[in-house]
């Protein structure tokens, strides 16, 4: 049964850090690229990280790039994203996703997560 579940989200203020976490079962993590996505109130859902299964290369959106950092810890099987100096415009609920990338983005998702939120006040 693959399951992909969410942790560490919350409330922070501007500036602050927080890393989610997404424990991942019925998979291996270092098989599969693995993304982070994110959805903001009226927004469409958008990436923001993802990391390749055989090479552990690792992709960021230009929006975060310098604040956020995907990675991975195979034997826990878990994927992970530090987000620091967090702005309001981060708010959203945050996904884990599986599936296959290309490039600069993930272009088929397999398996979403429920979703983690993070709210970033002024």
């Known amino acids: 049964q693959v399951q992909l579940v969410e942790s560490g989200g919350g409330s922070v203020q501007t500036g602050g850090s927080l890393k989610l976490s997404c424990i991942v ?10 993304a982070w996505f994110r959805q ?3 927004k469409e859902r958008e990436g923001v990280a993802h990391i390749y299964p055989a090479t552990g ?10 604040r956020f950092t995907i990675d991975r810890h195979n034997d826990a ?3 992970y994203l530090q987000m620091n100096s967090l702005k309001p415009q981060d708010t959203a609920m945050y996904y884990c996703a599986a599936g296959i990338c290309s490039g600069w983005k993930m272009s088929e998702v397999h398996y ?11």
């Open 25 to 34: 079962s019925g998979f291996r993590v270092s098989d599969t690229c693995m």
């Open 40 to 42: 903001a109130p009226g």
């Open 112 to 122: 979403w997560g429920q979703g983690t939120q993070v709210s970033v006040s002024s």
């Open 77 to 79: 099987n878990t994927v």
């Open 57 to 66: 290369a690792t992709y960021v959106t230009d929006s975060v790039k310098g």
